[in-house]
């Protein structure tokens, strides 16, 4: 258990499709992140969430979309994605801002056929 | 975006072995994490180093934050199998939201 549940593990889906990742903290923390992790490039940090309210949208394209209905709920749509979006998918949660001492999701294993 | 460059990049050793990987940056942090990764995971935090000069030791692993707080080392002393994983080094910046994260040291610990 480590505060912070991704679901679900593993997804695979149609350049076509719709589908959203859901990501839940159990710790309290009032600040919640999105990160991709692809292959040989450092985590790239999408979105961050404080007290609900989006403060950086770092440049992600269109076709994903956040959503933050609570302090302890985040969620990430998916529309009509890319091969090349296909990753690791992380959420994170952390007390402030700065995402110091940010505690990581499990995350989703994302493909796109 | 401040960048932080890890290495090696890979590593490979025996069970028994000590060993350093490194975090290097051009920029001063606040603060500076370490977190370590197993394959189709997250990231799972260590350790914290916020004052220049700073060591910590979490059992057989050594952390130590650089005096400019620029850089850090990670040293693990007799590795074992359960070590193996990807090391990843992650900087507090001044600006911004979020942390910066480095490439990260994949290490594997054969028996």
């Known amino acids: 258990e480590t505060g912070v549940t991704q679901t679900p593990r593993h997804l695979v889906m149609g350049m076509t499709n719709k589908k959203s990742l859901k990501c839940e903290q159990h710790l309290g923390h009032n600040a919640m992140y999105w990160y991709k992790q692809s292959a040989k490039k450092p985590l790239e940090l999408m979105f961050v969430?404080?007290?609900?309210?989006?403060?950086e949208n770092n440049s992600v394209p269109s076709r994903f979309s956040p959503e933050c209905p609570n302090s302890s709920h985040l969620f990430l749509h998916l529309h009509t994605l890319q091969p090349e979006d296909s990753a690791l998918y992380l959420c994170?949660?952390?007390?402030?801002?700065?995402?110091?001492?940010?505690?990581f999701g499990q995350g989703t294993r994302l493909t796109v056929v | 975006t401040q960048l932080l460059e890890q290495s090696p990049q890979f590593l490979s050793i025996q069970e028994g072995e000590n060993l350093t990987v490194y975090c290097n940056s051009s920029?001063?942090?606040?603060?500076l994490q370490w977190y370590r990764q197993e394959p189709g995971e997250g990231p799972v935090l260590l350790v914290t180093?916020?004052?220049?000069?700073e060591v910590k030791k979490l059992k057989r692993l050594t952390f130590q934050f650089g005096d400019a707080r620029k850089d850090s080392s990670l040293h693990i002393t007799a590795a074992q199998p359960g070590d193996t994983g990807l090391y990843l080094c992650a900087g507090d910046p001044h600006s911004g939201y979020a942390l910066n994260f480095g490439k990260g040291t994949s290490l594997l610990v054969t028996p």
């Open positions: 969430y404080s007290l609900e309210e989006r403060v």
């Open positions: 180093v916020v004052t220049g000069g």
């Open positions: 994170a949660s952390s007390q402030g801002m700065n995402g110091a001492k940010a505690f």
């Open positions: 920029s001063v942090f606040s603060s």
